[in-house]
């Protein structure tokens, strides 16, 4: 009998003591799964792929153009078309979510005993919103910034760390003092420890995919040459109306912005059709994205790839929960984004800023 996702919540939040327990059953990890799908507006559309091995291949299956050929009758030529095979490796890497509550919060809360559901509800929401922004913008390059020494040397596109903030070298940078000019700031220390998880889409798209810079075409800012240069960038077997544009929220009201503002200098009328459809491509909303660039592909060309190993696992023993009157939880999770066609993939970078 199928069950709902509260009630995966409510079986899986039990008390644990080996590490054999807490393990969902294929079902119910399914159903864990399925709602941090539900909790951003891209993670629904594109393509979810359960294993069980944290590392693998998933197959693929392409079929060339042009295949047929004249008929002789009573004549077999030799001629056979034949289906194209390949193999995308994934590997999968752990991630984990842990909180804590404390009795008191239950004993006091109007929810009660239900508040602990309640909160793990929230958590696993927000673990569906977390892995969105890995799946975009996780880049492993991260792992290798470290504070800033004016004893060494730096390469343009080199992460560092100041004060705490994240930056990233514009240009190379010799050894010397910290001046500053030759960096963009891009977070936090806890961004890099963030995103140094996995290699997300737009890394992986701006390595092997079609990409688009605008930063030299009129300061990158927005104009209805932006999408059509980057549709006619991809090769025209992949524009078949399953393309869709992700963009940040931003990036979409700024893209609106400039098309009404240019109809009423003007004196023009825009469609609201011609405003969601960018070169008759639908928008994805993603907040998710950064604001300077866009994604033009079809969402099940991406990948997120997961295993049925989620762990939730919770305790009220143990010297430390009985001396803080606590309980501890955690959420064990591997996943790995992947694509399965680059070369049905563009990306737009360099646009200005919003």
């Known amino acids: 009998m199928s069950i709902s996702n509260r009630q995966v919540i409510s079986k899986a939040a039990i008390t644990t003591d080996t590490v054999t327990h807490g393990l969902l059953n294929p079902e119910q990890a399914r159903k864990f799964i399925q709602q941090t799908f539900e909790a951003t507006t891209l993670r629904p559309l594109i393509r979810h792929e359960m294993r069980t091995a944290k590392t693998g291949e998933i197959d693929k299956i392409g079929i060339a153009s042009r295949l047929l050929r004249a008929k002789v009758e009573n004549t077999d030529d030799g001629y056979r078309a034949n289906p194209k095979f390949d193999r ?11 909180w804590e509550i404390t009795e008191e919060t239950l004993r006091e809360n109007i929810e009660q005993q239900n508040f602990e559901s309640i909160v793990t509800g929230l958590m696993t929401t927000q673990m569906g919103i977390d892995l969105e922004d890995l799946d ?6 991260m792992a290798d910034a470290a504070e800033f020494s004016a004893t060494a040397a730096y390469e343009a596109g080199a992460y560092i760390l100041n ?3 994240l930056y990233q070298f514009t240009a190379a940078h010799a050894a010397g003092a910290w001046t500053g000019n030759d960096v963009v700031e891009v977070g936090s220390e806890g961004d890099a420890a963030f995103l140094k998880i996995n290699d997300g889409w737009i890394k992986q798209i701006s390595a092997g995919g079609h990409v688009v810079d605008r930063s030299k075409v ?7 040459d932006v999408f059509y240069s980057t549709v006619k960038a991809m090769p025209n077997k992949y524009n078949n109306g399953k393309l869709r544009w992700i963009m940040s929220p931003h990036r979409y009201q700024d893209w609106v912005y400039t098309l009404l503002n240019s109809a009423v200098s003007n004196g023009g009328i825009i469609t609201d059709k ?10 994805v909303q993603c907040a998710g994205m950064p604001d300077d660039k ?4 079809d969402p099940k ?4 790839v997961a295993t049925y190993g989620v762990q939730i696992r919770k305790t009220t023993e143990g ?3 009985i001396m803080q009157d606590k309980r501890f939880y955690v959420v064990h999770f591997d996943f790995d984004p992947i694509i399965e066609e680059l070369d049905a993939a563009a990306i737009i970078t360099g646009l200005a800023e919003i």
């Not at 975009?136 to 390059?141: D, F, H, I, K, S």
């Not at 009129?218 to 209805?224: C, I, R």
């Not at 866009?294 to 592909?297: A, F, G, H, K, R």
């Open 88 to 98: 995308i490796q994934y590997a999968t890497t752990a991630v984990r979510i842990p």
């Open 136 to 141: 975009l913008n996780g880049n492993t390059a």
């Open 163 to 165: 004060d705490g903030v």
């Open 218 to 224: 009129n300061s990158g800012a927005m104009s209805l």
């Open 274 to 283: 011609r405003i969601e459809d960018p070169a008759a491509i639908p928008v």
């Open 294 to 297: 866009i994604i033009l592909t």
């Open 301 to 304: 060309n991406l990948i997120e």
């Open 319 to 321: 010297k430390e929960a």
